[in-house]
Nanobody
Framework: QLQLVESGGGLVQPGGSLRLACAASSSTFEHYSMGWFRQVPGKEREFVSCISTGGDITNYVDSVKGRFTISRDDVENSVYLQMNSLKPEDTGVYYC?????????????????WGQGTQVTVSS
């Protein structure tokens, strides 16, 4: 079983930056592709970004391209989401997830493990 714990969320002004982290409980982390999703109450969970095993393939939803960067550290068993130039529409609960496949997927139902989420609020 893989347990995931997100951290790094908070309140930030538009144009600011946050770095989210997701720590995994096991060294088997390196065999999972990883994703970040976000959700606003009353809305479906939205794909944000994913990264393959090894970190060589990444993908982003169009709305965050050029602003967000996903990365992973298989020594620390962690995945990160660097968020720059934040906008109010980036507000939401951010979740990390692990999928038992080599390349990340945009489909939430393909992920096997989920973290508890961390709140990101972008507001003046």
């Amino acid at each position: 079983q893989l347990q995931l714990v997100e951290s790094g969320g908070g309140l930030v002004q538009p144009g600011g930056s946050l770095r989210l982290a997701c720590a995994a409980s096991s060294s088997t982390f390196e065999h999972y592709s990883m994703g970040w999703f976000r959700q606003v109450p009353g809305k479906e969970r939205e794909f944000v970004s994913c990264i393959s095993t090894g970190g060589d393939i990444t993908n982003y939803v169009d709305s965050v391209k050029g602003r967000f960067t996903i990365s992973r550290d298989d020594v620390e068993n962690s995945v990160y989401l660097q968020m720059n130039s934040l906008k109010p529409e980036d507000t939401g609960v951010y979740y990390c997830a692990a999928a038992d496949m080599g390349v990340g997927t945009l489909a939430a139902d393909e992920y096997d493990y989920w973290g508890q989420g961390t709140q990101v609020t972008v507001s003046s």
